[in-house]
């Protein structure tokens, strides 16, 4: 359960999305690979990179890399990282998803844990010992990250401050917050293979990555949004006596509204969660047609969290997760955003044939 929590917190922290004030591009030389992700920019500018990374909760740009292959070079204001990066500590799945997808796994030095982790050649490196568990973002060896000369750490962003930043800093180790479970839009959530790609030079591949994806998801998008049949559709579970909903502005949210369907919280305001009442939740869902991320892989599971639940009318036959391989879809979801989309539309429009079976998602039974 301790990676559910954590996504209950993350969801719980975030409120409405502020104003983001992206960089304007005054030279000819620099130009945005950025279209839909609200906290990063990156900026081509000639043959090096601007790299910001912007606040989910100000809108204001709060660190500045200078991403350039001599290592000679600087920018006034900015850190400058040497690129391409060998050793990465990648504290998320997120981050392993979008290195694997590369094929730049070699790069990893360091995991949180091998517990949540999918990608067989990085389970490979850590039963070899090439690739070392450093615990928690909170609570970091900083000597064995020092051990093992990494340069830099990938790190999700949970708190204010990354602990031991400035000490890690002064040895020469850059720590880099990635926020992409902050945004709001699949894609923007995708987009951020483009630093992964920008860090180990491999930026052509991530934009040729980043573009096929944008396509099946913007088709798949396309062919079911003049259907007039609109289920509807609740999603989250309970975590001690409240029920967590994605929020109205929340990217699950828009990816229901993209498969479209009838979100039973679509005009609930903010970004990350709306907090419920079980007592809400079973009278507004008795029948409601489809019940998804109930964070279980078995109905008895569910009825054991809480027997109350068998008052939602879809959890005799129409409750879906991807419970049955939690691993894959955190490390996978993010980077292929069409897959969740094709599964949503398999299970919600089944005569619309996207796919012959379900890659994320099954059937709670």
Request: hydrophobic fraction near 35%; charged fraction near 25%; include cysteine.
């Amino acid at each position: 359960m301790k990676i559910n929590i954590l996504l209950f917190i993350s969801l719980i922290t975030i409120g409405c999305r502020p104003d983001v004030k992206h960089s304007n591009i005054s030279n000819n030389n620099e130009k945005s690979l950025i279209s839909y992700a609200s906290h990063f920019e990156l900026i081509k500018s000639k043959g090096d990179f601007l790299l910001h990374f912007i606040s989910p909760d100000s809108g204001e740009i709060e660190l500045r890399f200078f991403l350039t292959k001599d290592a000679e070079n600087s920018k006034n204001g900015y850190t400058t990282i040497t690129i391409p990066t060998s050793k990465l500590i990648a504290l998320s799945g997120t981050s392993i998803g979008m290195l694997s997808t590369l094929n730049e796994q070699d790069r990893i030095v360091g995991v949180s844990g091998k517990n949540y982790i999918y990608d067989k050649q990085t389970l490979e490196r850590i039963k070899n010992n090439q690739i070392i568990e450093v615990g928690v973002e909170s609570n970091l060896p900083l000597e064995k990250i020092i051990q093992i000369k990494a340069q830099l750490i990938l790190y999700s962003g949970f708190g204010s401050d990354f602990p031991g930043s400035k000490k890690l800093n002064a040895l020469g180790i850059k720590s880099l917050p990635i926020y992409d479970w902050r945004e709001t839009h699949p894609l923007g959530k995708a987009e951020w293979i483009k630093l992964f790609g920008a860090l180990s030079d491999k930026t052509e591949a991530a934009e040729r990555y980043f573009n096929k994806i944008e396509s099946k998801y913007l088709e798949l998008k396309e062919e079911v949004k003049l259907l007039n049949d609109m289920p509807t559709v609740l999603s989250g579970n309970i975590l001690g006596d409240i029920w967590y909903a994605p929020s109205g502005n929340s990217f699950v949210a828009q990816m229901l509204e993209d498969a479209n369907v009838k979100y039973k919280y679509q005009s609930t305001l903010g970004t990350g969660s709306v907090q419920l009442s079980l007592e809400r939740v079973i009278k507004e869902n008795t029948e409601t047609d489809y019940w998804i991320n109930p964070g279980f892989s078995s109905r008895d599971a569910i009825l054991e969290l809480n027997h109350k639940l068998k008052h939602i009318d879809p959890l005799e036959k129409n409750t879906y997760c991807y419970s049955h391989n939690t691993n894959l879809f955190w490390e996978r979801s993010t980077i292929e955003p069409h897959n969740v989309l094709s599964d949503f539309i398999h299970i919600f429009h089944p005569e619309v044939k996207t796919s012959d079976s379900l890659y994320f998602y099954k059937n709670i039974k």
